[in-house]
């Protein structure tokens, strides 16, 4: 009963999101209650905020978890936070190659490129680069608690680097993405320049996409460990 | 300590032996630099690229050689007697001491045939040079060996290395190289003090996190 609410409430809030993201126009002077200002420098292009920034949030989440976890296998050696972790990182690859692409695709109509090297492209693709390496490492270790082990230190160390990644290195190149220090024309990134109804839908979606994410982490994690016991069941 | 350095002067020795890794680092120095000379041929490249390139041989060099301290313990067959004689920390310290030696002779020998072999490669504030190269060795040493450790535990050897150390290294290099370009340039400390901050900052949480660390990679 329970889990049919959220999933209703996800159905409708993902849907109501959808629709009002692309729908609502862009006007000059927002006289509606549905009516979105217009952001100098991004113009109708500013729509994709409603999609792009949840995948990039959920990439930065799903690693966070993935090595919350790992510490915790750590401390307990509990295979099923290996697992935990495991399942949060396939998702946290599937998002992060969603940011980019959608990234890619925006930054072809904002700056005439798909693919610049601003330095929020750059640590998107370190990030990417990371994800594959601890995939890398996972697939070459054939020993079960050996490979959560040091897949476990592995995300630990590579996640020392992300904070570098960022905020230290928007700082030292110019960019051209929406929040770069010398950016002059929509501001740092928590300040965007958008009126209420823009802001609650723009934070609707981050939570309908949040919710979403812990829901596909569950199902995800249930099935991987639904098949080690099944196997260990084959086996034994 | 005492016993880091001697399990230091243990690997040196047996390095003096077989001279494995020095043969292949400064063999390999020269492959990567003759490669970068034969591309650019008659060119004229500016000063950019030259910071840029001398950063890529460093990278490439030092994941030819670097890897060799744990994993010949292990195709030796003789990291389960280090365990028993000295605790995890010693051992990443030992390890830690011959991994910086190699860096630093690696490292100086490039940026010696660097300055005679580029025209371009001129540095205008030398003290900054120093100081990005005395650091960026640092915080490559404590990484590559961390990132050793947990390959030689891993089953795959060789091509796993790069992969691994690469996102690892990469906020070090882009700084390194932003300094090196600085030091190129002439610009004074004042205007490069926060890249050198985050340099630092980036060689003490590498320490920190692989001391703490590194007892899970090395207990079996």
Same mark, same amino acid.
């Given at each position: 009963? %329970?889990?049919?609410?959220?999933?209703?409430?996800?159905?409708?809030?993902?849907?109501?999101?959808?629709?009002?993201?692309?729908?609502?126009?862009?006007?000059?002077?927002?006289?509606?209650?549905?009516?979105?200002?217009l952001?100098?420098?991004?113009?109708?292009?500013?729509?994709?905020?409603?999609?792009?920034?949840?995948t990039? =949030?959920? +990439?930065?989440?799903?690693?966070?978890?993935?090595?919350?976890?790992?510490?915790?296998?750590?401390?307990?050696?509990?295979?099923?936070?290996?697992?935990?972790?495991?399942?949060?990182?396939?998702?946290?690859?599937?998002?992060?190659?969603l940011? +980019?692409?959608?990234?890619?695709?925006?930054?072809?109509?904002?700056?005439?490129?798909?693919?610049? &090297?601003?330095?929020?492209?750059?640590?998107?693709?370190?990030?990417?680069?990371i994800?594959?390496? &601890?995939?890398?490492?996972?697939?070459?270790?054939?020993?079960?608690?050996?490979?959560?082990?040091?897949?476990?230190v592995y995300a630990?160390?590579?996640?020392?680097t *992300?904070?570098?990644?960022?905020?230290? !290195?928007?700082?030292?190149?110019?960019?051209?993405?929406?929040?770069?220090?010398d950016?002059?024309?929509?501001?740092?990134? *928590?300040?965007?320049?958008?009126?209420?109804?823009?802001?609650?839908?723009?934070?609707?979606?981050?939570?309908?996409?949040?919710?979403?994410?812990? &829901? !596909? &982490? %569950?199902?995800?994690? %249930?099935?991987i460990?639904?098949?080690?016991?099944?196997?260990?069941?084959?086996?034994? | 300590?005492?016993?880091?350095?001697?399990?230091?002067?243990?690997?040196?020795?047996s390095?003096?032996?077989?001279?494995?890794?020095?043969?292949?680092?400064?063999? @390999?120095?020269?492959?990567?630099?003759?490669?970068?000379? @034969?591309?650019?041929?008659?060119?004229?490249?500016?000063?950019?690229?030259?910071?840029?390139?001398f =950063?890529?041989?460093?990278?490439?060099?030092?994941?030819?050689?670097?890897?060799?301290?744990?994993?010949?313990?292990?195709?030796?067959?003789t990291?389960?007697?280090?365990?028993?004689v000295?605790?995890?920390?010693?051992?990443?310290?030992? %390890?830690?001491i011959?991994?910086?030696?190699?860096? @630093?002779?690696?490292?100086?020998i490039?940026?010696v045939?660097?300055?005679?072999?580029?025209?371009?490669f001129?540095?205008?504030?030398?003290a900054?040079?120093?100081?990005? @190269?005395i650091?960026?060795?640092?915080?490559?040493?404590?990484?590559?060996?961390?990132?050793?450790?947990?390959?030689?535990?891993?089953?795959?050897?060789?091509?796993l290395y790069?992969?691994?150390?690469?996102?690892?290294?990469?906020?070090?290099?882009? +700084?390194?190289?932003?300094?090196?370009?600085?030091?190129?340039?002439?610009?004074?400390?004042?205007?490069?003090?926060?890249e050198?901050?985050v340099?630092?900052?980036?060689?003490?949480?590498?320490?920190?996190?692989?001391?703490?660390?590194?007892?899970?990679?090395?207990?079996?």
């Amino acid at each position: 009963m %329970k889990s049919l609410f959220w999933k209703i409430f996800l159905f409708l809030l993902l849907a109501f999101v959808s629709v009002a993201g692309i729908a609502f126009p862009i006007v000059e002077n927002p006289v509606h209650w549905y009516d979105f200002p217009l952001i100098p420098g991004l113009e109708q292009n500013a729509k994709i905020i409603f999609f792009h920034v949840p995948t990039a =949030w959920l +990439t930065v989440i799903a690693f966070l978890m993935s090595t919350i976890y790992s510490f915790r296998y750590l401390r307990k050696r509990d295979i099923n936070d290996d697992i935990k972790s495991y399942a949060a990182a396939q998702l946290g690859i599937i998002f992060c190659i969603l940011a +980019t692409v959608t990234g890619a695709v925006w930054s072809k109509f904002a700056w005439g490129s798909f693919w610049s &090297w601003d330095p929020r492209q750059s640590s998107i693709f370190a990030l990417l680069l990371i994800y594959g390496a &601890w995939f890398a490492l996972r697939s070459s270790i054939e020993n079960e608690e050996k490979k959560a082990t040091l897949s476990a230190v592995y995300a630990i160390i590579a996640f020392i680097t *992300v904070p570098f990644f960022i905020f230290i !290195m928007p700082r030292i190149m110019a960019g051209l993405h929406p929040g770069s220090a010398d950016d002059t024309n929509s501001g740092p990134v *928590v300040d965007f320049k958008m009126n209420a109804n823009m802001m609650i839908i723009f934070y609707l979606s981050l939570i309908g996409f949040t919710i979403l994410y812990f &829901w !596909m &982490w %569950k199902l995800g994690y %249930k099935s991987i460990m639904y098949k080690e016991r099944i196997n260990k069941q084959i086996r034994g | 300590m005492n016993k880091a350095y001697s399990l230091f002067l243990k690997d040196f020795r047996s390095e003096l032996r077989t001279r494995y890794a020095v043969n292949s680092l400064a063999m @390999f120095i020269i492959v990567a630099i003759s490669v970068i000379l @034969f591309s650019i041929g008659n060119e004229r490249i500016n000063e950019n690229l030259t910071a840029g390139l001398f =950063w890529v041989v460093i990278f490439f060099t030092a994941m030819s050689g670097l890897a060799r301290v744990f994993v010949s313990e292990e195709e030796r067959g003789t990291s389960l007697t280090l365990q028993l004689v000295a605790s995890p920390s010693t051992v990443f310290s030992g %390890k830690l001491i011959f991994n910086l030696v190699l860096v @630093f002779c690696m490292n100086t020998i490039i940026a010696v045939l660097y300055a005679a072999l580029f025209d371009e490669f001129v540095i205008r504030n030398f003290a900054l040079f120093f100081c990005t @190269f005395i650091l960026g060795n640092i915080g490559l040493a404590i990484a590559s060996t961390i990132i050793a450790a947990i390959i030689s535990k891993a089953g795959a050897k060789g091509t796993l290395y790069p992969v691994l150390s690469f996102p690892i290294l990469l906020p070090l290099i882009l +700084t390194s190289v932003q300094l090196t370009l600085f030091s190129i340039d002439g610009t004074g400390f004042e205007k490069s003090k926060f890249e050198l901050a985050v340099v630092i900052c980036y060689d003490v949480i590498m320490l920190t996190a692989s001391y703490m660390l590194f007892d899970f990679i090395w207990k079996d």
